[in-house]
């Protein structure tokens, strides 16, 4: 880091540490005390600051409202027996966010910016780490536009904040999914390969339609001849075939490029894991299925890291897979990413970053 920024600080007269029950964390309920905020407005980013935690005044003609210019990141800090607080990756966030602001019209972040402001935050709601294994503060930076404007056009004020909300041990039961050729969720030259707030709404009608069917997630197919699984919901998707690793590339701008899954493919090529990036189309995972050559499949991201698929339906028709051993890959790396999170294996490859 080259620069240093000058944050604001006020704190909050009370914590509500005393009466959050951090043995009873449901998702994404539980705010921590402060918030990071910086405005853009007259061309620059300007006035960082950390205030407490409180409800947003917005005019009715707010852009981000009507037009949902707006993108967001999600990342993860933990505790390790030190006492220290990692977090994983948060240089490839902020990459990645400014990746998503690009396509949106919202203007970049500085490097600093993004650094100083998550380092002060977690600084001072350290307390907020929850230390019992297995639980994280989950770290949500977003950047919306705040023109007061009824117009369709890029606004020209826009607010960067950063809110943290502890989570306790994410264990994903096995989920069923069902292969989606009706609903498409991105389109070459669209959105996808942003964290777009729209694609997330646009998602949720064909979510909920397999939901009632009885599939915990789809797995999106590309959305000009829904013959190639694409991803999830809110995960990038491998399988492993015949011993391969297989997941689609993003080198179409339509699927999210996922941290965990970046990091899930330089771990299986360091424990000699045959892997492709490549598509999978749906008549070939049906006859992997069919034939009994696949042998796992899951999905990744920071939510559940590793979310294993128990039941995929393909072409109206459920096959169920097999019971994963102990020692299958997405155990393993699971194990391995867990490991480096938390700081119990040397971090030889610069992904925590210490606070
Ligand atoms: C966030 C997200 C992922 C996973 O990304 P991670 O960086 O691994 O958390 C995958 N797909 C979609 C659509 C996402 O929004």
């Not at 829904?226 to 080198?251: D, K, R, W």
């Not at 360091?270 to 999978?280: A, D, G, K, S």
Request: glycine share 8%; with cysteine.
């Amino acid at each position: 880091m080259n620069k240093t920024i000058e944050i604001q600080i006020t704190k909050s007269p009370v914590s509500k540490l005393a009466e959050t029950d951090f043995d009873n964390l449901a998702f994404g309920h539980t705010l921590s005390d402060h918030l990071f905020v910086a405005d853009y407005a007259q061309g620059e980013w300007q006035n960082p600051r950390i205030e407490p935690y409180a409800p947003l005044s917005l005019n009715p003609a707010n852009a981000t409202l009507h037009y949902g210019q707006s993108v967001f990141e999600g990342l993860k800090a933990y505790k390790n027996e030190a006492g220290q607080v990692l977090v994983f990756r948060p240089d490839a966030n902020l990459r990645r966010l400014n990746e998503s602001a690009k396509r949106m019209c919202i203007p970049e972040l500085p490097e600093e910016l993004f650094m100083e402001g998550l380092a002060r935050l977690l600084e001072i709601d350290r307390e907020w780490v929850p230390s019992k294994p297995g639980c994280s503060l989950y770290i949500r930076p977003f950047i919306f536009a705040t023109d007061d404007f009824l117009g369709i056009r890029p606004s020209q004020k826009y607010k960067f904040m950063i809110l943290t909300s502890p989570v306790g041990h994410y264990y994903s039961k096995p989920v069923a999914v069902k292969v989606e050729t009706q609903y498409s969720r991105a389109i070459e030259g669209g959105t996808g390969f942003a964290k777009a707030a729209g694609n997330y709404a646009g998602s949720l009608y064909p979510a909920l339609t397999g939901q009632k069917q009885g599939y915990d997630q789809l797995l999106w197919t590309d959305g000009k001849t829904h013959q190639y699984i694409e991803e999830s919901g809110t995960m990038n998707v491998m399988f492993v075939i015949n011993g391969v690793l297989i997941t689609a590339p993003t080198t179409t701008g339509t699927i999210l490029k996922g941290i965990t899954r970046d990091s899930v493919l330089i771990l299986a090529r360091e424990m000699n894991m045959p892997v492709e990036e490549r598509f999978l189309s749906v008549g070939e995972l049906q006859e992997s299925l069919e034939k009994g050559t696949l042998q796992e499949a899951f999905g990744t991201g920071t939510a559940a890291t590793v979310a294993h698929i128990r039941l995929i339906n393909v072409n109206g028709k459920d096959f169920e897979l097999p019971q994963k051993p102990t020692d299958a890959f997405s155990n393993r790396v699971l194990q391995k990413l867990d490991a480096i999170k938390y700081g119990k294996e040397e971090d030889f490859r610069g992904w925590v970053y210490r606070y």
